[in-house]
């Protein structure tokens, strides 16, 4: 297994910048990829930005691309999402997962292990 553990959310103004943290421990040497997720009330859990372990390929969603930035840390275990811009629709509860980067990796179904996730709030 792949344990996950999410930091560095927090309020923050339109237009300011957040930086998350997702530190994996466990069958690390198991990872393929690890990725964001996000989930605002009453809504679908939705892709954000995906990063393979190995060779470092990154993904986005359409709705982040320019604004966000996912880099990896490989001796520190450890995936961040750089924040910028941002925006009061960003406002949700952003998860980190594990999973392979798949022609489906978009479906949060598709990834196998979760941490407990973070909230960002954007206030207008």
């Known amino acids: 297994q792949v344990q996950l553990v999410e930091s560095g959310g927090g309020l923050v103004q339109a237009g300011g910048s957040l930086r998350l943290s997702c530190a994996a421990s466990g069958r690390t040497f198991s990872i393929d990829s690890l990725g964001w997720f996000r989930q605002a009330p009453g809504k679908e859990r939705q892709f954000v930005a995906g990063?393979?372990?190995?060779?470092?390929?990154?993904y986005y969603a359409d709705s982040v691309k320019g604004r966000f930035t996912i880099s990896r840390d490989n001796a520190k275990d450890t995936v961040y999402l750089q924040m910028n811009s941002l925006k009061p629709e960003d406002t949700a509860i952003y998860y980190c997962?594990?999973?392979?980067?798949?022609?489906?990796?978009?479906?949060?179904?598709?990834?196998?292990?979760w941490g407990q996730g973070t909230h960002v709030t954007v206030s207008s």
């Open positions: 997962a594990e999973g392979r980067m798949g022609p489906d990796y978009f479906i949060a179904s598709r990834w196998n292990y």
């Open positions: 990063i393979t372990w190995s060779g470092g390929n990154t």
